[in-house]
């Protein structure tokens, strides 16, 4: 069934072959788990304590209180609070890491890092207060891994350094609700502590700490990881690769990275051009090697090095079907433990390399920035090494691969809107202004079996840019519409509203933008940052004609995601709610009466064309309350939703 709209190719063509050798799939098990639990599904089951596991009736008639008292409301709220703290954790610590490389680069001991960005490392070190003038990177690049890593333990009360970016309205407005954030861990451990049994019963102040602890994650963590990884591995530049499964080769020792972090991607890449090493692959009898991403990791070194996308988070198993992948190289996050079964099939090799992020019955080579090169060196070899198992009748690469464009950041979308010569905002304002552009829509997030497995986002896009809604993309979202086609400049012609073609085509970019990895969802954040400075389409991040979606989320980290937009002021719709229909008080909260509060709010919808239209309506609401011009192609929209005043 659900099965059913997985509309890639690649995907489909590889899944129907390999059913006949009977190995199951995230789609198998995800149908093994139907029905699924209602009360799980509507959040109104409790585990927090040991007089639980404790269950609110949805129809009224069971008991409507655990066993200490606790309502719906609080139940449906306290899991979901909690679950933002595991999204804000998972990238924080992602970005503690980044810190980490930092000082071992400038006290000398990292293997195979440089500073590639010195300029941006001058940037950033200002804005930390740290005095530049005749420093050498390794020196600066210390002294900010030291002042980046005070922020997560933080005991005073002084703002974190990147939330100061944010528009002087809504950092007033955190500062009265009391959502303004301290340290990040500081947050995330509050977190915790008010969500344990006997704690924070009330949901509006539990939504607070959500909003709070997500906030640390936009303007803390997910901005720290993607400011220095742009220094450590370079700012993107537009840059044109391929995408999907058919960028395996199948002459050549394949290795697939998969997971979040650059750190050990950005040297296996390198690593992988090594004379030796090629040599070696040479006399296995490969060609070469092929090095693709998949996740996070894939988006991190295809906007800074142009590497080609195996595929999306739900098309990790489906990399091993294809029996041409020597090794496959995991950090952390969104490792599907399902991939351990589907590589005992085949010759394929999985390698963790983080202690934090282990599988059963895999081998662990521990990567640490000392040992960077050799631990690159020592996968590289077994994955060429294992080349000579691959069975030449398991080989099935699908053909399917897709030109992209992608690179774009907060820093580089002016210069190409604006040309080379008038690098600002004005023109993305300007043309948003005189309705050439209606507005800029996120469209971000993973892909899951549970909505269209990437079809919802290629629906939702599409209808997007046709109502000549400029896109911005992250994560797997991203991926997957690269696979679609929609990442290139020649998209914006087929399928895009005439007034959007008109810019794209004036400046040669594509409807859709990739601005990388879910951590720069924090560069949608600068964005929009930029452009209420620049002035004319709204004074405040909640007052720009702008919405964002993920409406195939899967993991915590999406929630974070969401929250921080919203509590920034952005509309956020995710296709089905978060675990808290079970409460109508706090359903009706978090889509309505929030709203009010923080300029943002949710909103849920399956339907990729009922959602684009949602979103559609709320950049026309923005629209009309700025006093915008009309849409200069306005064409008559039949799926209008009304969402309200
Ligand atoms: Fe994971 Fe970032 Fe989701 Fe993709 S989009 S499935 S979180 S890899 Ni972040
Ligand atoms: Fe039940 Fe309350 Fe314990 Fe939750 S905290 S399991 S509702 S008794």
């Not at 070190?125 to 005095?131: H, L, M, S, V």
């Not at 951590?519 to 405040?540: P, Q, Y």
């Not at 919203?566 to 709610?577: D, I, R």
């Amino acid at each position: 069934m659900s099965r059913k709209k997985l509309k890639d190719k690649a995907s489909i063509n590889l899944l129907n072959s390999i059913k006949k050798e009977a190995i199951e799939t995230v789609w198998d098990r995800y149908e093994a788990q139907q029905p699924q639990c209602g009360f799980g599904l509507l959040g109104i089951c409790c585990r927090m304590c040991n007089m639980g596991p404790c269950r609110i009736d949805p129809f009224g008639t069971g008991p409507q209180k655990g066993a200490c008292g606790a309502t719906a409301d609080t139940i449906a709220t306290r899991d979901m609070t909690r679950q933002t703290a595991a999204g804000t954790a998972s990238h924080s610590d992602h970005a503690r890491d980044l810190g980490h490389t930092f000082i071992a680069l400038g006290n000398g001991t990292a293997q195979g890092y440089s500073i590639r960005d010195p300029y941006k490392l001058r940037l950033i070190a200002n804005e930390y207060g740290i005095k530049t003038e005749g420093k050498k990177d390794a020196e600066l690049a210390l002294e900010l891994g030291e002042k980046v890593l005070k922020e997560f333990g933080k005991q005073d009360d002084e703002p974190l350094t990147f939330i100061k970016r944010a528009p002087k309205k809504q950092q007033e407005l955190w500062k009265t609700l009391n959502i303004y954030p301290r340290g990040i861990d500081r947050e995330v451990v509050e977190t915790l502590a008010r969500t344990h049994e006997g704690m924070d019963q009330d949901y509006k102040n539990l939504i607070q700490t959500t909003m709070r602890v997500a906030l640390a994650d936009g303007w803390g963590g997910s901005m720290i990881a993607t400011e220095l990884s742009d220094i450590l591995f370079g700012s993107p530049k537009p840059i044109r690769a391929k995408a999907n499964l058919g960028v395996l080769k199948e002459d050549e020792v394949n290795i697939i990275i998969h997971g979040h972090e650059p750190t050990l991607s950005d040297v296996i890449v390198t690593t992988s051009q090594d004379k030796e090493l090629l040599e070696l692959a040479k006399q296995k009898g490969a060609k070469g090697i092929t090095v693709a991403g998949i996740c996070c990791t894939a988006n991190e070194i295809l906007v800074r090095r142009g590497i080609p996308v195996a595929g999306t988070f739900l098309q990790q198993e489906l990399a091993i079907m294809t029996g041409a992948v020597e090794a496959i190289v995991v950090d952390i996050q969104c490792i599907s433990p399902g991939i351990v079964n589907t590589a005992s099939n085949f010759h394929t090799r999985v390698i963790t390399t983080s202690a934090k992020a282990s599988l059963p019955n895999t081998e662990l080579i521990e990567f640490s920035e000392d040992k960077a090169l050799n631990t690159a060196k020592e996968i590289i070899k077994i994955a060429i090494e294992n080349y000579q198992n691959r069975k030449k009748e398991h080989v099935n690469i699908p053909e399917e691969s897709m030109e992209l464009v992608a690179g774009f950041t907060a820093e580089n979308i002016f210069y190409h809107l604006g040309g080379r010569f008038r690098g600002s905002y004005r023109p993305l304002n300007e043309n948003i202004a005189n309705g050439r552009i209606r507005g800029v829509a996120g469209v971000v997030g993973c892909d899951n079996p549970r909505m269209g497995s990437g079809s919802y986002h290629i629906e939702l896009v599409k209808e997007l840019i046709k109502n000549d809604v400029l896109v911005v993309q992250t994560g797997c979202a991203a991926l997957t519409c690269a696979k679609e086609g929609l990442l290139t400049p020649e998209a914006a012609i087929g399928m895009a509203g005439d007034g959007l073609k008109e810019v794209c085509k004036t400046v040669g970019i594509p409807p859709a933008l990739h601005l990388g990895a879910c951590v720069d969802n924090s560069r949608i954040l600068i964005a929009c940052t930029e452009m209420v400075k620049e002035g004319g389409i709204g004074n405040s991040l909640d007052e720009l004609p702008v919405a964002g979606a993920a409406i195939e989320w899967m993991s915590e980290k999406a929630m974070a995601i969401g929250w921080y937009f919203v509590a920034s002021g952005a509309f956020v719709l995710f296709g089905t709610p978060m675990r808290v229909a079970g409460s109508q008080a706090v359903f009706d909260y978090i889509t309505k009466d929030i709203e009010n509060i923080v300029g943002g709010k949710w909103a849920f919808e399956e339907d990729p064309i009922k959602a684009a239209h949602i979103m559609i309506d709320h950049i026309d609401k923005k629209r009309k309350a700025l006093k915008l011009a009309p849409i200069m192609y306005a064409k008559d929209r039949t799926e209008t939703v009304n969402v309200g005043p």
